[in-house]
């Protein structure tokens, strides 16, 4: 019998009786110290099977997943049977939610199926991992020699050439990832939810209804700058590749924009620039420039931006066992993520990292990840988490917003601040890469709720992925795609099923972020030019939120940061404010939609 079969039995289940709230609370003791550490035990089977992607690290990490699956799905059914009981305290309360709603990956109660999709899931993430392009008789190319590729290039039959390539990679996952999908709602469907979808939306402290309400009403506050963005770019491109590649009024082929998703248009900045501006800098440049300037040397500088809030340096053990750079001798999940193997102090990253700008930036999300880790350390282990998935995301991001021009004169990286007649250059660079993104960031879990429910099935996954790519992004595949094709596995996240909604969230909030942080940091100008570097009142203010953890609903950590309870975008429409009259000025007479 199973650990928590035998341990939890309430004295109220031995007399048939219903349980009372003393039950309630030997059970949540007893739930967390094991989900504690099996979580620890999942985490570092998954560490070395995504350092190490071969046969067998790929088992031991489904092995260890389905041990910490079966264990959640049973106690979550448990802590169910205490809904009724009526004088629980606050945290024996959210704690039983926490724990009902713990999982992502849910599976199925037959155990043999639970193990069939954890197998799975460990095929498609290093499935993805490992994968590489061959190019007739060249070389094979991995994702990131892709990454570099779409940032560069500027020939559209290498761009496509290239965007046909990765793409191609996720064609053999498709059965795998439809069966995974299959297994995952099972489990869902046991605990209760309509399907694994619903059971994401109801992560936010809100029916899921009215989450997937939350994201509509935050997307019809940004479209319109998305709207403006988009004519200006479709117009710049079209002047630089031809009408007959980028009609007028059509949707943006998908391989010209720089990334080989489209979700961030930063590296396309040289096409659609402003004409007059040479003021600009370009940083992915100083960094190739800068020898004494290594890849964890870029890590040391994001860490010094954290200090200088009044955090505490990272453990030694960070610099000993993160992954930074690419190995060339094994493969690799290169794909960059946080961790924090064991609840305490052994936080570590895991990135392949390359002097670029987009790299920069990375580390700082990264980071914001391993600070939140630290800050909620304190907290019990159920509560060791973000107020919400879109707060943990947010975090580094909302770092990266301070690192301003000025910033970059003050640690040396930059020689002088470009004047106020560039902020328009400055405020466009940052829309492509933040403001394009809005879009993907909604459009990838639309796609996997209606995949979750049934709505899209593998019959038209791919047709389904391209018409909200279109509705959303207004961009097209440039080349005709069919069913043989999955497009959606060419992405991180859907090969390795993590949730999106967190990251179009992050968008919105870190500018929330930002205005707050500022305006405690005494910082007056425009928010494009203002940073939160060196300020300890800012730093107390973030800190203040970080430590709470996931112990309130999110909208209590919002409000410890911003005085607000309710995500909201116009922050982030005050910063691009003026390059939205800007855009608008300079689309007069432009067609635009698609
Ligand atoms: O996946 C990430 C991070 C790790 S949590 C690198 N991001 C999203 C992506 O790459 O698609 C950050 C921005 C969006
Ligand atoms: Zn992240």
Known sequence: MPQEQEMTQTSAEMTGSL????????????????????????????????????HDTQVIAAQASEKQINAAVDLAMKAA????????????????????????????????????????????????????????GGDPLDIEEITEIMRSSREPARLLEVWRGWHSIARPLKQQYARFVELTNEGARNLGYQD???????????????????????????????????????????????????????????????????????????????????????LTEILKHRADIDEIGMVRIGERFFTSLGFDPLPATFWERSLFKQPQDRDVVCHASAWDLDDEDDLRVKMCIRKTSDYFTTIHHELGHNFYQRAYKRQPFLYKNSANDGFHEAVGDTIALSVTPAYLVRIGLLDKEPPPQSDIALLLRDALDKVAFLPFGIMIDQWRWKVFSGEVTPANYNKAWWDLRLQYQGIAPPEPRSEEDFDPGAKYHIAANVPYSRYFLARILQFQFHRALCQSAGSEGPLNRSSIYESHEAGRRLKAMLEMGASRPWPDALEAIS??????????LDYFAPLKSWLDEQNKGKPSGW
């Open 19 to 54: 349980p009372t709230a003393d039950d309630a609370e030997r059970f949540v003791a007893h739930a967390e110290a094991r989900l504690a550490e099996l979580n620890v035990e999942q985490q570092r089977a998954e560490w070395v099977a995504e350092n190490f992607i071969t």
């Open 81 to 136: 049977r205490f809904d009724a009981v009526p004088t629980l305290s606050y945290d024996i309360r959210r704690k039983l939610d926490l724990i009902k709603l713990s999982l992502t990956t849910p599976g199925p109660s037959d155990s043999s199926r639970t193990a069939e999709m954890t197998k799975i899931a460990a095929q498609l993430s290093a499935g993805y991992g490992a994968a590489r392009y061959r190019p007739p």
């Open 563 to 572: 005085g607000e309870r309710q995500m909201d975008a116009t922050a982030m």
């Open 196 to 282: 694994a979808g619903a059971l994401w939306r109801s992560k936010y402290d809100m029916p899921p209804d009215a989450f997937a309400a939350e994201v509509d009403r935050l997307w019809a506050q940004v479209k319109p700058l998305y709207d403006s963005l988009h004519c200006y770019v479709r117009w710049n491109l079209g002047k630089r590749y031809g009408e007959s590649l980028v009609p007028p009024a059509a949707p943006i082929p998908a391989h010209l924009l720089g990334n080989i998703w489209a979700q961030e248009w930063g590296n396309i900045d040289d096409i659609v620039a402003p004409q007059a501006d040479e003021r600009r800098f370009d």
